[in-house]
Every structure is written in C-alpha cells, then in structure tokens.
C-alpha cells in the first residue's frame, strides 16, 4: 500500500510504543522493552528500535536514564477538553469573509507552514494509481472528453457512491444521487434548495468558516446551537431553539465535525432526524470528514435515519482520495429536482473525466486499505500534535479529542487573543487559524484551529514550541 | 488535423462548391464544371467529383439534366431575416425553469435527434489528441492529482488564457484571470459579485435561456433590451432603459450571441463599454462563442475596449476544445477580489488535471488549426441546414444568418405554435428547443432555436422536413 511504502518502519515502531504510552498500557515510570527485547519481539533490526526510542525520546514520550535504559515519561495530566459551547441565542448576520480571506491568502504565500488550512497532505494521496488509472480511463473512454457534462453526473461514478453509501448505512440508488464539485458545491446547492435569503440556518458552534461564507454569500442568517467538543451539537438547545424562532434548515456534521471532531452519537442522530421531519426543517448532512471516522466500526450517517427525504446528505473525495479531483455529491431526499436544475445553472455538469477516474479507483483501486491507512495515520499525527501542545502551549490550554480527521481545536486561557497570536505567527511564516474565524458572532477569540495533517517531523514540534511561545506572550 | 482527416474528401470538394452557390459566384441555371475538368482542376479522381455532386444533388444545390450535365438549382429567393426584437420595456420575474427544464430532460432520452440543444458534435472533438496530452500531464505533473485545487486556479493556464486574449483584442495578465467551472459559472460569480436578489439586469433579446435561468435563481429581475439579429444589442435602447430605469448590470454576448448569432460592430462596442462606464453600470460579457466567428478576422472583444475595469469577460473551452472537460475562465476587471472569493466560496478551486491538459493543449495542441476547421465545419453546417429550413419550412418563415457559432433562431410564422410543435416532435422523438425558452417575458411562441451542431446527413434533411411538415400542422 502506497502509505506504508512512504512511512519507513521505525516510525511505524515508534508509532506503536506511543499508541501503547498514550492507551496507558505502558504505564509513566515504566522502562520500556530493551533495544535487543523489541527488535527480537518485532523481527526488525536493532537499529531500527534505537532510531525508533531516539524518536520517542524528541516527541517527548520517553526519556533516558544513563547505564538503564529508556523509560516512560512521566507525563502532565493529560489535557482538558474545551466545555459545550455557549453562543448567543440570535440569529447573526455573517461577516466573515474579510478575516477568512485574509488568513487564506497569507496561507498560500511560499514557505509559509500550513498550521492552520486543513489539508490533506499530498504524500497521503495514491498519486501513481491515480495516474494510472486516470491514463485508462483516457483511452478506454474518449467520451469522457467529448461529451458536453450534464447533471446528474457519470452513472458509473453514482452507482459506486450508492454502494459506498452502504458503509454508513445509508440505502440510496444511484438515481437519488447528484454529483458535484467537491463537497462545498453540494452543500451551496441544498442550501439554495431549501432556503432564501434573510432565512435563518442553525450550525454547530464552532463551525467550519467555509459554511459560514456560504451563508453570507447568500444572504442568508446563521443561528449557532451549543455543541459538545466530542457528542456533537445540543439536540435541547437546537429544539428550543426551532421552537422559539423561524429556523429554515440545520446545516451540521454529525461524524466528525469541523473543526471539534465531534461525532453525535446513533441514538442522537435518530432523535435529530425524528425531531426535524416531524418540525419539517430539512437537514444538511455536511460528511465530507466522516470516512475519516477512528473508530473500529464506521457510524451510520444521520441519513442513514431518513424516512422522509428530510436529510440532504452530502460528501465528496477530496479529504480522503483525489483533493486536486474535487469530486464531491449529494443525496438531497425530496429536494433532488431542485438540486439538480440548480446544479445545471450554477456549473451545468462536472468534468466528465474526473469523475471516471473516481469511479474506476472505487472500484478497483483499493479504496478500503487507503481509508484504513489514512486514520492511522491521521490518528498517530492527531496524537503528536496534542502530546507537543501540552508540552509546549500555556497552561491552563484545552484541546479537543477529535473522534476522526485531521484537526484539533485548541482553547487557549481567555487572557490570549488569538489574532494577535496569528499576526505574530504570521511574521514568522507560520499560518494559523485563528477561532473568529469559526463563528457568526466574533466568539472564540482564545482559540485555535490546528492542522494535524502535515506528516510528523522535528521541525514540526519546533513550530508548535515556538507557538507555544508567542501565545504566552499575547496574553494581555 | 483531426478534423479533415475525418471528413472525406468529396465533402470536402461539396462543400467548396455549395459555398460557391451561396456566394452567387455560381448562379441559378449555370452549368456547374463538367465531372472531368472539376477532376482535373482539384487534382481528385473522377468518382471523388461523382460522389460530391450527387451529395450537392441529395443537398438540393444542383440539378442533373440527362445528356446535358450538372446545373445550378433556381433557388427560392434568400431567406428573410427576423427583425428587431421589441420585448416590454419592464423587467421581468423571470419563470424559465419549469420549461426549460422539461425540454433539457427530453432532449436527454436515447435516440432523440438533438436538434434543440445547442451542443458542439462529438465527431469535432480532438479527443485522441487531447487523450495524449492528458496522460502526459498527469506523467509528468503528479500535483494535479494530489494538490488541492484552489483558486484563482493554475498559472500555467492563466498565461496561456492572456496571450489568447490577445487574438480579442484583450490586453491582460495572468494574475487578472479566474479559473472557473465553464462559462456558466464565471457568468453566476460575476452576477453575484456585481447585483443582488431584486436587482435588474439587462440582457438582449432573445437571449440564451441558461443567462435567464442564473437571474431567476438569483431572485434578479430580467430586462429585455431590442436587438437586432446580425448587429445585437440596441445601443439606443439600452441607453434608454438605464436612464429611465435602475439598471443594476448588463450581461451581454457582443460577439456571436446565442440564439442569433449576432456581432455588433466594434464602434458599437466602443461606445457600449464607454457608455456603461460613465453611467457605472458593469458590463458581463459572455464571449462563449465568440472563437467561433466566421470572418476571416476575429473581432475585439467588448473587454479590449475596457479602460476602467468595469467589463467582466466570461469564456470558455467547452464549445471549442473539451466539452467533457468543463474549463472556462473571467477576467472580472475591479470586481476581481469578489470574483475570487465567490469562487471559492461556492465550489473552492477547479479540478487540476483538466486545467493542465487545456493548458498543455494551448501551447502544443494546435488550437489555431482546430479553430480553422471548426468555424469551417460549422460555418459549412449553418448554411445546409438554412438551406434545408428554406425548402421545408411554412413560406413566410425567417431565418438569421449568424455571424459564428452553430445555431440557429427560426421566425415561423406567427400563427404557428412553437410549444405545440415541440411536443408533436418529441411524439416523433426529435428534440426542439421553442422560442418561449429564450425570453423572460415569454415571447417569440412561434420561434425555435435549431442546433447545426450534428454533422449534416440525409436523415437530418429528413428530420428537418418532417419538423416542417408538423409546424404547418401547428398552424392554428
């Protein structure tokens, strides 16, 4: 597999001892198997476990004791989790393109590290499959070029999609099913569906900023619902909410939010999916993350729930497969006419040959093996970056435990102001997200947004020590 | 060239002498050269020439008299044309959808002859061309697979996008130009970034349903402005409407317009852009067509004469090179920052691979060439089919004479009723696209837009004479 063939193996080694320190099967104190124990029990060469124990001993999960041995170190406490959020009970107008698009265009400056975008990294993306596949599918299907693209999309592509769909218990034909220009699109288009401008859409708080643009681009009002940093948005607090006011739609992401990396639980989303059709407010299902699940068992989306047509669910390949494709789609339930007519008049179709490859690569190409690589990776990355903050950011700092994909949410004490912290980092060519930008009402002025999808590296522990740093001189 | 390779050589040969009759260097009645000296002249074999004057024959163009020869066919006196437009001087909700969306859903059913929608053929495509390029890109590019596309998408194709430009007459850089889902796409951003819901925006009339689709979407109202069949637009009542009226934007097709085919002279585009720019109302203009102008120079763009940034040009490589592949392209002038964020907003980047292939395509492919022979081919298809419309047609009927492109617009006359033969067609599984598509104010019933896109054949004489068959039936 592509994956393990880039990762060399004492960082698969060390990857495993860390797994076991921070699972508390090796216990703070504790002296680790020796050099010679573990090469024999692993079949790997002494000097793959030195390279392995130097490793953990930079990130700081073991330590040396002359003429002993390695041993478990004892760690702090491990870190906090931020509270539910708790944002204003009014529906906001939303103002935050100037902010976003700022931070996003000094991301994309050269040399600049990318703490804050969540991208997924290029060595994680199967690129000579791809190509290959890619290459196929020019020469078996020259249609792909020549055909005008229409909606709904490539049949052969939307069947591979309903049979995916299964994953996440969700029961749908390719029919249902409208394909897109990456995951955004789709939510564009629903949100479009279902609602007008001056309409109020309810959101977790926080919420990732690029569902917030979406909702000022169009006029529309955000109504942010308290959420809890691992079970997901407050089914209470959306049902006084919707009760009390006129709320057009819910636009959530009930496995593996963005930016908390929360997941609601089954029995959640079958409440939320009864509690909405029975009060007729669609849902919009944003699962563009939801693949990246850590779990053993995948979740079954909110949709999965839908006996109406109430849920529009929608997803797309760039977080997991191919992100320069952007293929994305949507199931829309009742709403597909007008999803699909407005998918025509807003792009007309998606690139024909994208969409083959896609389709190919689902079915041939080992899409279940990458899946399982990119968790674990993203997971040990997740786990290096929380272990370098605890260590490195001011006390008092809480950070999320994200349930799947590649961010974390970190909650500095309330004295740090976490703009002036980006325009610092910013001096020193690292990019930061800082937590305004995740939020109708200007909230979360202490946090941050971090990216955990950068391969591991010394370097990247450096960074997030010199973070660390500038944070504690920001606090006022 | 792809193209002339696979268009054989008596087509070739027929078409220089159709093209003779319509200029009048061959008059009604005059012998056309015998079999041998026509062989002699063009240095093809006898029975090329034999093949090619009985295509002119099954063409209507030439008559044989026994013993005598080949002879010019006495041809119904040209065509008339349609005259000015003269829609209602209110703007307009527009309500397209509804039927547009029918006639696009019935055009879709396999074995419809597509004569509605205005699609480029298949057979014109250079797919194994463009096949090669694709392949070689994603060799030697792996990033367009494993990047996240962002925008204002590749600089490669930027560059490549600014020098074309300047065969328009447009002189801009590459940092000034915005990658986009097709034109339609860059016509919904540019729409977004200058108007609001509510706001009126001035097109010509008839106009292409698409455009009026994106303003009814965007709860925009539609302003019809009169415009001539060959020269476009109206300068004097466009004027007018703004003066008497808020006119929020204009989205115009200054050259080759859908359906008619207009081009306005270039000291009327001169004066539009100048007189737009003093009054501060945007110009989009949509130049989709445009490469596909049959003179033998190609005329400035609206945008060349731009000095202020207020002209926002929209294009694409959908009608000309890729239809599959779905790139096109703004220059949105001031409006640019909008422009961009938009983009990103409602669908982040473009697809990679795609861009890089066109890009490739630009510098190598021999796009110049694979103009020449499309304008040639469409310019040679426009002209059976007026001529087939003339022969078929209820007398009376009138017919444009487009400048580019491959439509088109059809005045029958006005006791008949376009909707009622469109739906008489469909029964006999032919596609047709009814005038009420093409107006917010649901005029021209008793028009159709009739798409020369298909190589010409026999059986689409004979559709065109069945269709002429059923619009006198549809004569109330």
Redesign the interface.
Known sequence: MEIEQSTVLYEVVASDISSMISAGTLAAGERVPSVRKLSRQRRVSVSTVVQAYRLLEDRGFIEARPQSGYYVRSRQRPMREPAVSAPPRAPQLVGV?ALV?RV?ESA?EPGMVPLGTA??H?DL?P??K??RI??DV??RM?????????PPGREDLRRQIALRARDFGVRIDADEIVV???C??AV?LCL?AVA??GDVIALESPTYF?LL??IE?L?MKALEIPTHPRSGVSLDALELAIDRQKVKACLLMPTVSNPLGSTMSEAAKGRLVRMLAEKGVPLIEDAVYSALHFGDVQPRAAKAYDRTGNVLWCSSF?KTL??????GWVAPGRYY?QVQ??K???????????QAAIASFLETGGYDRLLRGLRKSYQNQVQLVTHAISRHFPSGTRVTRPTGGYVLWVEMPKRIDALALYERALAERVSLAPGAMFSASKRYRHCLRVNCGIPWSAHTDAVLRRVGELAAQCGS
């Open positions: 393109h698009s996003l994309k991208l997924p290029a993306v690129t000579s791809l190509r890619l290459t020019a020469r020259p249609d792909t070029l020549s055909t005008y693209a229409l897109t220009n990456g955004v699109e564009n479009r007008k401008p690029g643009q979406i681009s006029g760039t191919a992100p320069g494709l952007r293929i006419e007519m407005l025509f008049i807003s792009s007309v179709g998606v690139s024909d040959l994208p």
